[in-house]
């Protein structure tokens, strides 16, 4: 792989990339692959769109780095469409039309359908965040709520009884909520307990660390920065490598709905 020459605005070597594309499937898009996109609403900033229905995806994930004065106040979601931020590094005021939140990194907001979330860098530097949405699905007698947290405020639980791996849950488990947010985070050594296969999709934003992913049985190497979209029944576990850091992403997954025919 050859690294960005700072002086030229060329590789050294070779063009290559660890990017692995498979439409309805899985992919892996490495971070130094990622292309800005003009947005409308989003004002000096850099937006990269991840997930898609594009790729295979029922929603639709973005990486973005808000400059000074980056903004949207257009209104990120519409009409049934429920959405969530996470803070990477930085400070966000997130406002929902009536009240503005101060996020600082590990926090994160979620609106319900069909309210717009209004976003604004809250420093003069950068601030990098993960962005969601998707079509909320309703379901009678129930309905989702705003909920604002930080992961720092939160205990983390042992994921499947692992104490070298941990989790840790954005919103609540009420029926109401048609998807949840969490963090997993391996120490190096760890790993899931066997590989995964399950009805949920899943887009994931590796936050640090390196270690190795299985995806539809290929083992693949990833990496702080990488961009993983996970397709439905597709087989997957992770195990951490390195020294200094555990393997920690963060990542959405579908949940409390009956499959529709």
């Not at 597709?234 to 393997?247: I, K, N, S, T």
Request: proline share 4%; glycine share 10%.
């Amino acid at each position: 792989m050859g690294y960005k020459n700072n002086q030229t605005g060329y590789l050294d070597g070779l063009l290559s990339s660890r990017a692995v594309i498979k439409k309805n499937n899985y992919a892996l898009i490495p971070h130094d692959g990622l292309v800005n996109n003009v947005i409308p609403g989003f004002e000096n900033c850099d937006c990269s769109i991840l997930g898609s229905k594009q790729l295979g995806a029922n929603f639709v994930d973005y990486i973005i780095t808000m400059h000074k004065d980056g903004k949207n106040q257009r209104g990120f979601g519409g009409e049934g469409v429920e959405t969530i931020v996470y803070v990477i590094d930085g400070v966000l005021k997130v406002n929902d039309g009536k009240e503005t939140h101060e996020l600082t990194k590990g926090g994160y907001a979620y609106l319900p359908a069909s309210t717009l979330m209004y976003l604004e860098n809250g420093q003069d530097t950068d601030t990098e965040i993960f962005l969601y949405k998707k079509r909320y699905q309703p379901l009678e007698g129930y309905e989702a709520h705003k909920v604002v947290g930080n992961v720092n405020d939160m205990e983390p639980i042992e994921y499947e009884g692992m104490k070298d791996v941990l989790l840790w849950d954005f919103l609540p488990k009420d029926l109401g909520f048609d998807m949840n947010f969490h963090i997993l985070s391996f120490e190096p050594g760890a790993s899931h307990g066997y590989i995964e296969t399950h009805y949920q999709e899943h887009g994931a934003y590796l936050l640090s660390g390196q270690g190795m992913y299985n995806l539809d049985n290929e083992w693949m190497p990833v990496e702080k920065g990488d961009y993983i979209f996970m397709s439905s029944y597709v087989q997957q576990a992770a195990y951490a490598v390195g020294r200094d850091e555990p393997l920690m992403y963060v990542y959405s997954k579908d949940c409390n709905r009956d499959p529709e025919i």
